[in-house]
């Protein structure tokens, strides 16, 4: 079992920048590959970006390549979203999610892959 709490949600200005936490539970956070998703009003929930569980190797949503960094620190149990250049259209709650324990891929781009969500954060993007 995996518990996640995402935090560092806000209201930013057209431009400018935000970094995302979700913390993990447990001591077996570096098994799981970790993803970050999205889902704004009216709209399905849209990933944004993944990363191995090592670390070693991110992948992006194309709406969000160049601008967000996906990183993770396993000796804390906590993997990051840095949101840079931000956008209207990235207004949305945020999700971190865990999954793939037994799954022999480096990423998981579907979110139907994951087996644990966090609660959401929102980010608002003013223009």
């Known amino acids: 079992q995996v518990q996640l709490v995402e935090s560092g949600g806000g209201l930013v200005q057209a431009g400018g920048s935000l970094r995302l936490s979700c913390a993990a539970s447990?001591?077996?956070?570096?098994?799981?590959?970790m993803g970050w998703f999205r889902q704004a009003p009216g709209k399905e929930r849209e990933f944004v970006a993944t990363?191995?569980?090592?670390?070693?190797?991110?992948a992006y949503a194309d709406p969000v390549k160049g601008r967000f960094t996906i990183s993770r620190d396993n000796a804390k149990n906590t993997v990051y979203l840095q949101m840079n250049s931000l956008k209207p259209e990235d207004t949305a709650v945020y999700y971190c999610?865990?999954?793939?324990?037994?799954?022999?891929?480096?990423?998981?781009?579907?979110?139907?892959?994951?087996?644990?969500w966090g609660q959401g954060t929102q980010v608002t993007v003013a223009s």
């Open positions: 990363i191995s569980r090592s670390g070693g190797s991110t």
């Open positions: 999610a865990a999954g793939g324990e037994y799954y022999s891929g480096t990423y998981l781009y579907n979110r139907h892959g994951y087996y644990y």
């Open positions: 447990g001591r077996t956070f570096s098994r799981y590959i």
